[in-house]
């Protein structure tokens, strides 16, 4: 098991940037595959986009193809998500996921879980 705490959420306009950092302690970092999902208001959550573990594959939403890019310091033991362009739909709480082995799709593949950090985009 692995516990993670993600930062780097806030309130920004359309349009502008933002980068979240999750960090995890507790496991072998590089063993892990690594996700980022997203939950707004009322709605289900929803996979934003994941990483291999040695961070050569990555894979995104539709959503935000082009504009949100993830990578990872396994020597950090951090995940981060760059978030460019954004748009009031990007409003959402975000959270990192691990898992061991191969990096997922599916939420229900995670077995751990950040806490969330909010990230609210003004028109």
Known sequence: QVQ???SGG???QAGGSL???CT???GTFSSYGMG???QAPGKEREFVTSISRSGSITYYADSVK????????????TVYLQMNSL???DTAV???????????????LYNDWGQGTQVTVSS
């Not at 975000?94 to 229900?108: F, L």
């Open 4 to 6: 993670l705490v993600e």
């Open 10 to 12: 806030g309130l920004v």
């Open 19 to 21: 980068r979240l950092s």
């Open 24 to 26: 995890a302690s507790g």
């Open 36 to 38: 980022w999902f997203r």
């Open 66 to 77: 082009g504009r949100f890019t993830i990578s990872r310091d396994n020597n950090k033991n």
């Open 87 to 89: 748009k009031p739909e």
């Open 94 to 108: 975000y959270y990192c996921a691990a898992r061991q082995g191969p990096y997922a799709i599916s939420s229900y």
